[in-house]
């Protein structure tokens, strides 16, 4: 349900809770968003086979502006100097002057150096990583597309713009620019499974971190998430010069060394000694597994083992 690399799995389960943008989130706001969010997938599955365009026009859009985007939104902007090699589906701004300004441009892809983020919609359900045999193979790979459109847009904005969201309605991913690697390290959730829609049950690697007390919360924590990570605000530059994305893969370093050093005193402190105990009162079992004799296993956990065994 929660995948990918540009984010610890240990700050967006439980580093994120403490986190001021996460607090300031109005419980009742955030239910609102999840019940839009669910009639529009309703509304949705109401049609068969539903196209791009119907599921840019009838969810995607809805849905970002449902999240704080609004209608700050400039649909296919050509982000080519020559030609339409380079033309997301649409661009985000974090205020209407931006927003204004962006298309008050001359030039198509002068417009990118006003925006926070480009928007790659695919219909409902598509591959994101492959080709579907006989579908829309003319397009290529939807990921692909978007490294392509990221990097046209880190090059004309001269790094200002660095963010993608590729989506199907289902699955929603945010890319960065920035990434060791842009190909693998993005945040992909869900939305199918945080919202318990049909066909979209939970697999192996959806189990549910041992803090929540169930897959309801799991649920709800997911799509509160999509609504903190997707949403404008965590787009835009703080008086301290970071977006939230940046304080999160800051914070998302500090929750992954605490981890490992939790496993590190977990291992010396729990693990070993019981095994070094355990040797202790079968030295003849435990040697006799490993190939040694019971003189050196003894000798070894007593600070004796000098001599050849």
């Known amino acids: 349900m929660i995948t990918g690399g540009l984010f ?7 580093g ?12 009742n706001n955030v239910a609102a968003i999840r019940d839009k969010a669910a009639a529009l997938f309703a509304k949705l599955a109401q049609i068969r086979n539903p196209s791009e365009p119907v599921t840019e026009k009838d969810l995607i859009y809805p849905l970002l502006a449902a999240i704080g985007w609004g209608d700050r939104v400039f649909v296919q902007p050509n982000a080519s100097v020559k030609g339409r090699a380079d033309v997301p589906d649409a661009l985000l701004f ?41 579908k829309e193979a003319d397009e290529g790979v939807p990921s692909t597309q978007m490294l392509r459109y990221l990097r046209r847009a880190d090059d004309v904005t001269e790094g200002r713009l660095r963010w993608g969201v590729l989506t199907n309605g289902r699955v929603w991913r945010l890319y960065w620019q920035g990434a060791l690697s842009v190909a693998e390290d993005f945040l992909e959730i869900d939305l199918g499974k945080a919202l318990d829609l049909p066909g979209c049950e939970f697999d192996l690697l959806d189990r549910r971190p041992n803090s929540f007390a169930d897959d309801g919360q799991w649920r709800a924590h997911a799509f509160k998430l999509f609504v903190t990570m997707f949403g404008p605000g965590a787009f835009i530059q703080q008086p301290d010069g970071r977006t939230f994305h940046d304080s999160a893969r800051l914070q998302g370093k500090f929750w992954e060394s605490r981890v490992a050093k939790s496993l590190s005193d977990s291992v010396f402190d729990v693990v070993f000694p019981s095994l070094a105990s355990a040797i202790r009162r079968r030295p003849r079992i435990i040697a006799s597994c490993a190939g040694f004799s019971a003189r050196c296993c003894s000798s070894i956990l007593d600070g004796t083992h000098r001599v050849l065994c």
Request: glycine share 4%; charged share 40%; with cysteine.
């Open 8 to 14: 610890t799995r240990d700050f967006l389960t439980e």
């Open 94 to 134: 974090a205020d209407e002057d931006a927003h204004a300004r962006a298309r008050r441009e001359w030039n198509d892809w002068q417009r990118f150096k006003h925006g926070l983020c480009i928007v790659e919609a695919k219909r409902w359900n598509r591959l994101l990583d492959r080709v579907e045999k006989g």
């Open 16 to 27: 994120i809770l403490s986190t001021s943008r996460w607090q300031a989130l109005d419980k």
